[in-house]
């Protein structure tokens, strides 16, 4: 028993409240796009695809931080840690993909890309 409460409820009435914060955080960049404008997200109905995935990411982000948040003592530290980590991942991936890309003269090069790109995978700063 968690909190008093069974741990399926209250697993998913942690993943309802995450979900609900995605769902406004969602609402309120959507109404900033569209106020502004924004070609290149606002186009050609670009914006519902924006808000899918936000969703999305918002969804794989919230499990991955439940449970590293039980390796810190406060639940805030492991959010921004979370986040700081993954937005390095996803900069640096992104960058050893590109050099990697430009320096690419062998098989081994090529074998190396291949596998770090599989590996960045799992980071969803990386997927998105």
Same mark, same amino acid.
């Given at each position: 028993m968690l909190c008093g409460v069974s741990p399926a409820l209250y697993w998913g009435?942690?993943?309802?409240?995450?979900m609900a914060i995605i769902v406004v955080n969602m609402a309120i960049t959507a109404v900033v796009l569209e106020a502004f404008h924004f070609s290149v997200f606002v186009a050609r109905n670009n914006l *519902?695809?924006?808000c899918i995935l936000i969703l999305l990411?918002?969804?794989a982000c919230a499990g991955a931080v439940h449970v590293a948040e039980k390796l810190f003592s406060e639940a805030s530290l492991a959010t921004m840690l979370l986040f700081c980590g993954n937005a390095f991942v996803g900069l640096v991936g992104i960058t050893l993909l590109l050099i990697l890309?430009?320096?690419?003269?062998?098989? *081994?090069t090529d074998n190396a890309r291949w596998v770090?790109?599989?590996i960045l995978l799992l980071s969803p700063q990386f997927t998105l």
């Open positions: 009435s942690a993943l309802l409240w995450d *519902a695809a924006i990411y918002g969804y890309d430009i320096i690419s003269e062998s098989d *081994a770090l790109h599989k």
